[in-house]
């Protein structure tokens, strides 16, 4: 496999495919490193939600939504809050982006037969102000068949090279070192790791059977992140955050290390705005595990109330659905690793989705009839059922009293007091009696239902929590769980990783979560939802374009 002519690509995720799937397009042979087994090619895009930012869709022109490129660069940048100098090419990276979004992106995956579902979503929607973070509108496209849908098109892209005889896939192969010579990376070193017949996402065997040495034109780093190590995590937690989580559930699998990055830095590339992360607070911990702590993030419409471990409601916007980081920054703020949503049947069986291609086998399947049994009856989707009835994060009552005394037998303490939380619901259920309220959170509520798509699937109609008709109560413990990094190796618009100085450094590019999703961090502090699955597709076009043009 010693190939001067070859490109290598580190990581066999999505990212990596769109690199060496455009790569191949242009004539050019690749040779494709991944140190987990064959089975799990694709990385964790497989496991999305397959959502995807698009600007001034069809699908959105559809349901009444009017977008522009101008309001969603304003929605990025009010998120984004970049204020640093190296913020240089994260911020060209955003602006790229955007008008990718609002251009070519929709048409470009479509001719590889991706199609997207009808409603479109609202994820993050702020709530402080025109200027402040949120989307505006929703842009939020969930992709027909999910994950496995979003890569299936490199996939099959990818199989055809190899057919050709441009692309080599090289699993089980640890990259230790960059090889360095003259100031030009010029190949990589590693061990070759025993073959392991293990199940996509679970972990598999270290164990050392030989080692490697290639050489190439060019290096691609597309090793993703950190999200399943969190060591790494908590090493690289900001204070700004509070202190990090003792108890965290990982988003991601064991092998989304960020061993690359601390690799890549040795051979001169530049790390940036590694404190920069995106974790979820709506973590349950998966009753039927794949890799080691794995959470499922509850996907969640705007009716639960949120409640501190102690019992206090959460203030505004921090309501399901506004606010991720925002909402991370609260709660850690509160002493507890944890907080607790409140709601009814009629709330979950509207609002409750689950990430996870394998979490929602209607999508992911294709099925129209699944889909439309989801939107009818008294109960929630399937999986949401099972983990009302098998996970250990979920307390059902018929009362508020027994709900409370299950929470805090859940949690091994008294902190919740009965009183006090049914004041505050009986509280928010008077504010019902009328069409106007006091109550912000219901007037969010209102505001959402009169977007078409959150009335039909996404917000439940306000009805009062402690009604016994709207039975039965439901409480949900939420945790911390690990996604993405948005700070990486710093890299200009032809996806080169520079140094600190500034230059490129000859023969490494870097692409997806391992570059910030493109020039060491285009999201800045915050992202928008629909941008991670896109930030690998973009920044992996970009950098298979430009090796094809450079090497």
Known sequence: MQNKNAVIIIGAGLSGLVAATELTDAGKPVLMLDQEPAQCLGGQAFWSFGGLFFVDSPEQRRMGIRDTSALALG?????????????????????????????????????????????????????????????????????????????????????????????????????????????????????????????????????IVGDFEYRAHGVIVASGGIGGNHDLVRKNWPARLGEPPKHMLSGVPAHVDGRMLGIAERAGGHLINQDRMWHYVEGIENWAPIWPMHAIRILPGPSSLWFDACGHRLPGPLWPGFDTLGTLQYLRHSGHDYSWFILNQQIIRREFALSGSEQNPDLTGKSWLQVLKRAAGKKASAPVEAFKKHGKDFIVSDNLSDLVAGMNQRVGNQLLQYAQLRDEIEARDRQLDNPFTKDSQLMAIRNARRYRGDRLIRAAMPNRILDPSNGPLIAVRLNILTRKSLGGLQTDLQSRVLAPDGLPISGLYAAGEAAGFGGGGMHGYRALEGTFLGGCLFSGRNAGRAVAGNV
Do not use: C
């Open 75 to 207: 929605d990025w940048m009010g998120t984004a809050g970049f204020d640093r100098d190296v913020d240089l090419w994260p911020r060209r990276w955003a602006e790229a982006y955007v008008d990718f979004a609002a251009a070519e992106k929709r048409a470009w995956l479509h001719q590889m037969g991706m199609r997207w579902f009808p409603v479109v979503g609202w994820a993050e929607r702020g709530g402080y102000g025109s200027v402040g973070p949120g989307n505006s509108v929703p842009r939020f496209h969930v992709t027909w068949g999910m994950g496995p849908a979003v890569i299936e098109p490199f996939l099959r892209r990818a199989r055809a090279a190899q057919d050709r005889g441009l692309l080599r896939f090289g699993f089980r192969h640890q990259v230790d070192e960059l090889i360095v010579e003259g100031g030009a990376v010029t190949g990589v070193r590693g061990a070759l790791l025993a073959q392991d017949p293990i199940g996509r996402g679970k972990p598999s065997s270290r164990e």
